[in-house]
């Protein structure tokens, strides 16, 4: 369930702003008429609305994560060491490094905002061991085209995931849209993560790394799993694993786990009781968070509909 704070209270607004994110130092101009902040926590990714009730002046310390935002409404400004950096209703923007402090001047503001953990972020980008971090390199995305995709995926994700009781409590579903929004993130920004496999991810792309993995994956789909386990359970690196699937099985780890999962379901579909079981709760229970396109998945699969096999049990 969404975390809700709303107070007018600066003193309590700065504790749980400091408790959150970071110390900042509050400087209000005019009425002040509070700050509301909705909150959900994901694997590795906080989705958050914050409401601004006034017009203010906050200077943040740095808040360990990587903070992209889109302004709904009114208009915000953030300064740091590179200038300063005016947004209006529907603008997708960096607000901040994990590691750098900054200014924001809000004016009656709505943003949405997704705080994410840079480990997420290394593993979507599939950094291996002893690599350095990847690293957003502008506060803009590369294209108005790639911030209104951004916006997209935010706002189906908080439609479809966090507003829905069934799908928000299933630890498959919550990581797997949290590594989607990250995914996005990558895309829409540019960034320092390398692109295709090194020599030795190419000489680790074996059929031993491909039998590792697979074994790994058929064990363990009810775990909610990313490339980096899987690449680490095989003893490679993320890119290594991504390849040796791509080589073998024309796949991908994730792909691979996502049929796995389809197999488990379909097997729990055959053996439940349809008085009793619902398809959204067996796909919710294997990380299928779309109803309709785990329909799709199956029908491709199985050559009938999921809710015939449930129906028709054995």
Known sequence: MPVVFDSADLDVVSAFVRDGYASARWSPRGERRGLRISQEQLSGL???????????????????GVYVGQALDGEVAYRDRRGERPYRKGDVFLVAQP???????VDDSDVRAAMIDPALLDEVAQIGPGERGVRLLAHEPVSVAAGAAWARVYASVASSVVDSPVLAGSPLVRAHTARLLAAVTLV????????????????????????????????????????????????????AVQLAFRRHLDTTPMGYLQKVRLDRAHRDLIAA??????????????????????????????GVPPSRTLRERR
């Open 46 to 64: 906080r989705l958050e609305q914050v409401t601004y009730r006034m017009r203010i002046d906050v200077d943040v310390e740095p808040m360990g």
């Open 99 to 105: 590691d750098e402090a900054f200014h924001a001047t």
């Open 188 to 239: 829409t920004f540019p960034h320092t993560a390398r692109v295709g496999p090194t020599p030795v991810d190419d000489h680790d792309a074996h059929p031993d790394t491909l039998r590792r993995a697979v074994a790994f994956i058929e064990s363990h789909p009810d775990r909610p799993l990313g490339v980096a386990d899987v690449a680490a359970a095989a003893f490679v690196t993320p890119r």
């Open 273 to 302: 009781d349809p008085a009793r079981t619902t398809v959204t709760e067996v796909a919710t229970r294997w990380g299928f968070g779309h109803p309709s396109r785990f329909a799709t998945s199956y029908r491709a699969a199985y």
